[in-house]
């Protein structure tokens, strides 16, 4: 059975730095694409960044230059380190995995998803 646990999650002031983690058991994290999304009350789900299986990474415009997302394959392991916050990043972050192999990352392509960790920013 597959599950994705993220972590990190909190609250910090306008400029801060959070960490987030999402621990994958009974999946390789690092074998397809991973995903990190977000979400809040009343807007659609928004890809934040992704890291396909050739280890590519990519982010959402509004986070280019502040998040970066990397895998721990000892760990199975995903990480989203997010820096310089601001109260727009305000959301439940979720962690989500494709069982198949060579997708665009998509949301509609992710077959396993954490439960969310909310990271609130304050100005």
């Known amino acids: 059975q597959v599950h994705l646990v993220e972590s990190g999650g909190g609250s910090v002031e306008s400029g801060g730095s959070l960490r987030l983690s999402c621990a994958a058991s009974?999946?390789?994290?690092?074998?397809?694409?991973m995903v990190w999304f977000r979400q809040t009350p009343g807007k659609r789900r928004e890809r934040v960044a992704h890291?396909?299986?050739?280890?590519?990474?990519s982010y959402a415009d509004s986070v280019k230059g502040r998040f970066t997302i990397s895998l721990d394959n000892a760990k199975n392991t995903l990480y989203l380190q997010m820096n310089s916050l601001e109260p727009e990043d305000t959301a439940t972050y979720y962690c989500?995995?494709?069982?198949?192999?060579?997708?665009?990352?998509?949301?509609?392509?992710?077959?396993?998803w954490g439960k969310g960790t909310l990271v609130t920013i304050s100005s």
């Open positions: 009974g999946y390789s994290a690092g074998r397809n694409c």
């Open positions: 989500a995995g494709a069982l198949a192999a060579k997708t665009r990352c998509q949301e509609y392509d992710m077959d396993y």
């Open positions: 890291i396909n299986s050739d280890g590519v990474t």
